[in-house]
Structure formats: structure tokens, C-alpha cells
């Protein structure tokens, strides 16, 4: 059974930092992609970035390019998302995701979802 458990979210100025945690049980989390999407109030989900199995290689979303980094640590079964330089855009549900194929920005490609992580900035 797929388990993902965020952790990391709270309130944050704009300009300033978070990290996101998640932690994966049930499945053998170094042979799977992982990514992070988000839903803002009133939005449809979006993707934010995904890593490869190795961690060798990651996407971005356009909006976050630069500003955030995917990683992960296989002998955790952990991901992160590091968030520097925070919008108030950026306010979000942030959550954790198993790819059932590669690191795509598609969310019909996930195939287990965490419950969440809100992340919230302040102007």
C-alpha cells in the first residue's frame, strides 16, 4: 500500500524559504519517479517538478524554475521540495506524488498522492 506523508508546510514572507518533506512507505521507493504538484484555492492542481529514480534528473514547472529544487535520498525513502525566493503565489496545498511511469508533468501519471502539505506566503 502506497503511503506518502508530507511535512515542512507554514507560513512564510514573501522572499523567504520552505522545505518540503515527504515520506514514502509501501512500495520500493528507489525503483519509482517522484514529483510535487500544488492546488491554490479556486485552481486545478499543477505540477511543480519531478525527479527520476536515481535523482540523476529533475522538470520544473516554468513558474518555479530556479527558485525551486526536487531531491530525494532512496536509502530515506525520502523527496524534498526546497522553495527560495517565495511569491504569494506560490500559497498552495503541496503535494507529494508516485509516478507510475517517468518524471512528467502529467498527474495522470501519479498513481499514489500524500494528503498535503499547506505552504502559505504572505506579501
Sequence with gaps: QVQLVESGGGLVQAGGSLRLSCAAS???FSAYC???FRQAPGK?????AAITWSG????YADSVKGRFTISRVNAENMVYLQMNSLKPEDTAVYYCARSRSAATMRADEYDGWGQGTQATVSS
Excluded: D, I, L
Design 56 to 59: 540523476g534528473n529533475t522538470v
Design 34 to 36: 517522484m514529483g510535487w
Design 26 to 28: 509501501g512500495f520500493r
Design 44 to 48: 486545478e492542481r499543477e505540477f511543480v
